[in-house]
């Protein structure tokens, strides 16, 4: 291919020096000046874009032309007059340094032109390894100030559960007293039953809310080490299973294999599973289908969890403390599953569509697996 252009650029080097010397031989008919400066258009334009080779070539055709055509005695290679001589050494000397300055010049252009491109590449690329940077750091930026966000509700949450537990005690011990002493009264009204047992559900509701303030107050403490995902969600199945039946749900898990084992703290990752499994359930009063699937992506274990639900509205966040769409519900369960997630350096999102379903994506860093 590269001999077949170079033939191709001596070709049209060559042409070139025709047509020079036809248009010579037209302006030679019409006046006694003899063409020569007319010769160095060919040897530049083979010079500059096809080489020096192209040049040179150029500039002995170019010469042999002058000599045949417009050297007495024309139509003959023979000279006549010593001076003619002359003339065609420094014709043949300024076409061989034409052509030689043409083609390096073009080459000097060439050569600028490709580190030109070659530095444009290299600043984009730069710039594209800063903007990925940039975005890392404000990814980063982004966890750290959650973190510090969970930090500052968790040491709230831990003053208040403490300030709640401890007449939440004292009046569950009263209920159970009163209860007791009531029990052997027959003649008691549905009013009073019926406000002892409401006051005892929400004394009970209050301790369960106070347990999740120290849950959230304090720090995630986790022992790691080998752990199969698959294994857990399966065993959080057969303890779910009739439960989840009876509510006409159906369970699908999808789990390869060959998928690598996690240094997770198990029982964690089982809180997590467990507590997500259980919103997708209370999502689908009607029944339903919740999927569980589980793969490998670069670096990443993504693990989702699926339901066909009834999703959840846009402008709720719910993992913010307190936000949840159930009538019974504290609005922290979410909110302790994403401090556990970040405290194994991953990471927790999900998607809804209302009237269609919600799944919770977790992401986990591979470089904890086993």
Not at 41 to 47: N, Q, R, V
């Amino acid at each position: 291919m590269k001999a077949n252009t170079s033939v191709h650029c001596y070709v049209l080097a060559a042409l070139a020096v025709a047509v020079t010397t036809g248009c010579g031989l037209l302006l030679f008919q019409f006046g006694e000046s003899r063409p020569f400066p007319l010769f160095f258009l060919p040897i530049l334009f083979s010079a500059w874009f096809f080489g020096r080779g192209a040049g040179l070539l150029a500039t002995v055709l170019s010469a042999a032309a002058i000599q045949y055509f417009f050297i007495p005695p024309v139509w003959s290679f023979g000279i006549l007059y010593p001076v003619d001589w002359g003339s065609q050494i420094i014709f043949i000397g300024e076409g061989i340094v034409v052509a030689v300055f043409a083609a390096g010049k073009k080459k000097d252009e060439e050569d600028l032109e490709r580190r030109v491109v070659e530095r444009t590449v290299q600043v984009e690329l730069t710039n594209q390894d800063l903007r990925t940077e940039i975005e890392e750091r404000k990814l980063a930026q982004l966890k750290l100030q959650t973190q510090e966000r969970l930090a500052a509700i968790g040491r709230t949450a831990a003053v208040l559960a403490h300030e709640i537990a401890t007449p939440l005690t004292g009046m569950s011990l009263a209920i159970q007293i009163v209860k007791q002493q009531l029990a052997n009264h027959a003649e008691l009204s549905e009013d009073m039953v019926f406000g002892l047992r409401a006051l005892s559900n929400e004394i009970s509701r209050l301790t369960s809310l106070a347990q999740n303030f120290r849950s959230i107050g304090r720090p995630e403490h986790i022992e790691l080490k080998p752990t199969n995902l698959s294994v857990i969600a399966k065993e959080i199945f057969a303890l779910e299973k009739s439960s989840y039946a009876d509510r006409g749900i159906e369970v699908a898990l999808h789990f390869p294999p060959d998928l690598p084992w996690l240094m997770v703290d198990s029982d964690k990752i089982k809180q997590v599973l467990l507590n997500l499994c259980r919103n997708a359930v209370d999502a689908m009063p009607e029944g339903g289908q919740l999927t569980i699937k589980a793969f490998v992506s670069g670096e990443q274990l993504h693990l989702y969890v699926i339901d066909t639900g009834i999703g959840i509205s846009e402008g709720i966040d719910v993992f913010e403390p307190f936000a949840t769409t159930k009538p019974e519900g504290t609005g922290l369960g979410l909110m302790i599953v994403k401090q556990i997630v970040l405290a194994h350096q991953g990471t927790i999102d999900y998607t809804s569509e209302p009237g269609r379903g919600t799944t919770f994506k977790l992401q986990f860093p591979l470089l904890q697996s086993s």
